[in-house]
């Protein structure tokens, strides 16, 4: 650690109070101004372009107002920012397909060889070409005309078809929107019909939310405005710090910026969690996004340490420890005193274990009282070993590479076993000791050449969190 960091304020804030003060607050207000990304997006809506000038004006208006409603709210992280629930109301507003049925007239008026249809329950494209007075043939036609073109007639229920017509009633185009990103249309050309995809990117801005755990990580998550997945990747973040299973409790709490999906002012998706802060039992735990030049993505904490860690805990996900590691215990069949120099995880049989950190398969076979077992040389110093498997993953053999996490096998009570659990060895150099006394060696900090770079990032998001959080309960005691 003898780099010179550029000049920064401390990193763990224990008062809120530090946010509102300078470089922080600086920092921050520079960041509020951060979702520029707000640039329109490309508009691929065929009824858009169909519009007279005036309306498309509107419409355009309309949008940025939406986007405009929707920025105030990214503020304000009891607005519900991603909840999935409002999406109807916002796609009503939002999409010029679910105009009322009179507006639909108009344009209609205006433009008599356009017609929309909404597919209901039982429409198949031959009865929506009939609806709008093509001929049958003319089904066959579309859908001969182009591999993609069967897309049409995987219609669902509420999707708009726009059918655009010649004066003699021919089939000139067809279009339909699939989904926020996805629109499909046909083209009708001297060689029969042309099929085009538009896939609309989404703008990317940034959203942040706080939570305090009441009941449950997923219940407060939920009301805060974190949808499942963010707060299964937030999880994930922390999983080695923090045991999500047993350890949350009343009162933890969590701060979360993380990248919004928009679309003409509709949220359509989430992205990455760009920086988040976790508060467990008192203690604080800090990560943000890093891609270093190689192209590698990893989280660190505030100061550049990984914060995955060369190992997880347990080999088995919600196992039951049903002998801990001792150097002297009566061995439940030999029934003779002997050290059980790993863990026992009761679980399933069949259930999947997990390579604890990467490494290489130097056994997978059987091996005396283990049965079944696989060990992992991890590196020069470190082995793992898993013993009493009901068979190996697929791919798991002598010599294998594996990944942290990596299924190798399944719980089983193969040799000296009384049921179906892991037996669990951690050994550095040899001499074995308790995983789960073990303090976990780290993965790779952030490289001193990039620090620097780190830290410009790592900064911001810290400073951004501490303001919106000083703001959000400034705002609360009011
Ligand atoms: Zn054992």
């Known amino acids: 650690m003898n780099d010179t960091p550029p000049k920064a304020p401390p990193l763990y804030p224990k008062s809120h109070l530090l946010a509102a003060s300078g470089i922080a607050a600086l920092l921050s207000l520079a960041l509020l101004v951060f979702p520029s990304s ?82 209901s329950k039982g429409d198949t494209l031959s009865t929506l070409f009939e609806k709008v007075g093509l001929p049958p ?53 001297d060689k029969g019909y042309t099929f085009t995809r538009d896939v609309s990117k989404p703008n990317v801005r940034t959203a942040y939310v706080h939570g305090v755990i009441n009941n449950s990580l997923s219940q407060s998550a939920q009301r805060a405005g974190l949808n499942h997945s963010m707060t299964m990747d937030m999880a994930n973040i922390f999983g080695y710090d923090v045991d ?4 949350i409790r009343k009162g933890d709490e969590f701060d979360v910026i993380y990248e919004q999906k928009v679309v003409n002012g509709k949220t359509v998706g989430t992205g990455n969690i760009l920086s988040a802060r976790f508060t467990n039992r008192g203690k604080t735990y800090t990560a943000v996004r890093y891609t270093n030049k190689q192209g590698n993505t990893n989280y660190y904490t505030a100061d550049g340490n990984s914060m995955r860690k060369a190992f997880i805990r347990t080999p088995v996900e919600y196992a039951r420890i049903s002998s801990m590691f001792s ?64 068979g190996f993953a697929k791919g798991i053999q002598n010599g294998s590479s594996v990944k942290q996490g990596q299924v190798i096998g399944y719980i089983g009570t193969t040799g000296l076993s009384t049921g179906p659990h892991v037996h669990y060895e951690f050994q550095v150099n040899g001499v074995h000791v308790d995983p789960l006394g073990q303090k976990l060696p780290m993965a790779d900090p952030i490289a001193k050449s990039e620090k620097q770079r780190f830290m410009q990032e790592s900064q911001p998001l810290m400073a951004r969190m501490d303001q919106e959080k000083a703001t959000m309960l400034a705002s609360s005691k009011r």
Do not use: C, W
């Not at 707000?38 to 000038?53: C, M």
């Open 244 to 247: 999500f299973a047993q350890d």
């Open 327 to 390: 150097m002297g215990r009566k061995h439940p069949i030999l029934n003779k005193i002997r050290a059980h120099k790993g863990i026992d995880y009761a679980a399933p049989r069949g259930t999947p274990i997990k390579a604890t950190g990467d490494g290489k398969v130097i056994l997978a076979g059987r091996r005396g009282g283990y049965g079944n077992t696989v060990i992992i040389q991890h590196g020069e110093t470190y082995r793992t070993l898993y013993g009493h498997m009901q």
């Open 137 to 189: 043939a003319a089904v066959h036609e579309v859908i001969a005309s182009d591999k993609q073109a069967k897309q049409f007639s995987q219609l669902k229920n509420g999707q708009v078809l726009q059918f655009e017509l010649t004066p003699d009633g021919n089939l000139k185009q067809l279009h339909s929107k699939i989904n926020d990103l996805e629109s499909i249309s046909l083209s009708r050309t």
């Open 38 to 119: 707000d640039v329109e997006a490309k508009k691929t809506n065929l009824a858009l372009e169909l519009d007279t000038p005036a309306d498309q004006l509107k419409q355009e208006q309309d949008a940025q107002n939406q986007n405009k409603a929707t920025d105030e709210t990214t503020v304000s992280p009891f607005a519900q920012i991603d909840n999935g629930a409002d999406e109807p109301e916002d796609t009503a507003k939002t999409e010029p397909q679910a105009l009322p049925a009179a507006a639909e007239a108009v344009v209609a008026a205006k433009n008599p060889g356009h017609k929309e249809i909404v597919v």
